[in-house]
């Protein structure tokens, strides 16, 4: 039995220094199906705001197999086969994302959810589709049966499924590293990665074994929960980077018909040669009247004119919970009783002529520290010399936060904790300097000094 793996060629990469690869990584990512990623962004809408965040998907996944093979090494280590468990890793950090479409997440919005109806992200669904292909499949059989790769992304291994892709697992960490780095905002995504990985371990939960963080890294996980939040505030969900994704959906829902993306999606050996770069070209390149509106989409990104945020509002998810409805359904009932509907009246009562509708955009739910994603993935915290509460080695991270004063005294207990959502409606540039003329006559008084959005646009 091999002690080590047997690394066989390297990637040069500005976050790790060096990447090395095995001989069945290798293979698969040379495969055409794998290299499509190289033409697949990460973040999609988010470089009109930063402009040097146009890394891929390719150099992501290869990320999280680094990160994902050092944390198997480390947990697995007194393990007989810690080898086989650390490639095993590796393989489902590499093909974590192979699924991706053109623009990633956007296109899970537009097209994979008419291929997968009812997936919430089909993308992943689709992963399962293509290593299961004649594209892929022999090649993962070379050390393992897909199967395994699926039983750690969905769960079934719940031991290594939070390595890949737990609140502190691979996936996260290297896309806060990769992301921080690309846009510039490095100091959101400072993370003692070694740290963590280093303190991480199977330890009983209520005689269960489980993932467990030392508590020692107490401080280090949370500065990285934190530096997440605002990394997701100020970069994924800066507004300018949503609106471009709004042009972006607008796009991909006026080509799916006349592009036929949903069979080409369904056909994996067309979908090798989709991405972001064949379909825009075909959307430019083609004359044709239904491709009209997707190219004049096209034209507005290129040209980086976006909708405009005209109103923002913060809908916290205890305050839906009381009304007895989503976060989502409140998002757009107040959306279009606090804002669109008084402007609306406006116009009409006025006749003046509004040539768009105005959109409606929502984000994840967000708060500072989520103990929810560690317990949905069964991720606790250990300690050792019962520091925390004697009689007791393992805790949720809501115990161990509960039990740690200076990190109570910040907001409280709980405040700083509470999930809500950012809800901004947009409206196209051609209507949104007489929208915002029109809101600062009619907003309420109690609402006159509220922030002007436009005033962080970049």
């Not at 984000?363 to 019962?386: C, G, M, R, V």
């Not at 405040?415 to 540039?429: G, M, Q």
Request: glycine share 4%; net charge neutral.
């Amino acid at each position: 039995m091999t002690k080590a793996l047997n690394f066989a060629r390297t990637i040069r990469d500005p976050i790790y220094d060096e990447i090395r690869m095995t001989e069945i990584e290798n293979k698969i990512i040379d495969t055409p199906i794998f290299q499509r990623l190289r033409w697949i962004s990460q973040l999609s809408g988010v470089r009109q705001v930063y402009p040097s965040a146009i890394h891929s998907r390719f150099t992501h996944s290869v990320g999280v197999m680094h990160l994902a093979g050092k944390y198997a090494e480390e947990v697995f280590r007194e393990d007989d086969d810690v080898v086989e468990k650390t490639q095993l890793a590796r393989l489902a950090g590499l093909l974590h994302d192979i699924g991706h479409g053109p623009f990633s997440h956007t296109y899970d919005d537009v097209v994979f959810k008419r291929v997968y109806p009812n997936a919430p992200h089909g993308h992943d669904v689709h992963r399962d589709k293509m290593v299961n292909s004649e594209f892929l499949k022999p090649f993962i059989e070379e050390f393992i049966a897909p199967e395994e790769l699926m039983k750690v992304w969905d769960g079934e291994n719940y031991i290594m499924h939070p390595l890949i892709q737990g609140a502190l697992g691979a996936d996260r960490l290297d896309f806060m590293l990769r992301d921080s780095f690309f846009a510039g905002t490095l100091h959101f995504g400072i993370i003692a990665v070694n740290r963590i990985i280093n303190n991480t371990t199977i330890q009983k939960h209520l005689r269960k074994d489980a993932i467990h963080y030392n508590w020692k890294c107490l401080d280090d996980i949370y500065s990285s929960l934190i530096g997440r939040f605002f990394e997701y505030k100020n970069v994924y969900f800066h507004k300018t980077a949503r609106a471009a994704d709004i042009t972006i959906h607008e796009m991909l829902r006026e080509a799916c018909e006349p592009l036929n993306l949903i069979e080409r999606t369904n056909d994996l050996a067309a979908y090798t040669y989709l991405n972001e770069y064949t379909l825009v070209g075909e959307i430019f390149s083609k004359d044709s009247d239904k491709l009209a509106k997707a190219k004049s989409l096209v034209k507005d990104l290129f040209d980086r004119r976006l909708y405009k945020a005209v109103w923002e509002k913060i809908i916290d998810e205890s305050t839906a919970e009381n009304l007895g409805v989503s976060v989502e359904d409140l998002c757009n009932i107040t959306s279009q009783e606090s804002f669109i509907k008084k402007i609306k009246s406006y116009t009409e009562e006025k006749n003046i002529s509004l040539e768009f509708d105005m959109k409606i955009d929502s984000t994840y739910k967000l708060s500072t520290i989520n103990e929810q994603e560690f317990q949905a993935s069964n991720i606790y915290i250990y300690d050792p010399y019962e520091k925390i509460r004697p009689g007791s080695k393992s805790f949720t991270l809501n115990e161990a936060l509960n039990t740690t004063s200076y990190i109570t005294t910040f907001a409280g207990p709980r405040a700083y904790r509470s999930l809500f959502t950012l809800v901004r409606v947009y409206a196209h540039p051609n209507d949104a300097e007489t929208i915002k003329k029109i809101w600062k006559k009619i907003r309420p008084k109690t609402l006159t000094k509220d922030k002007d959005v436009s005033l962080t646009s970049y």
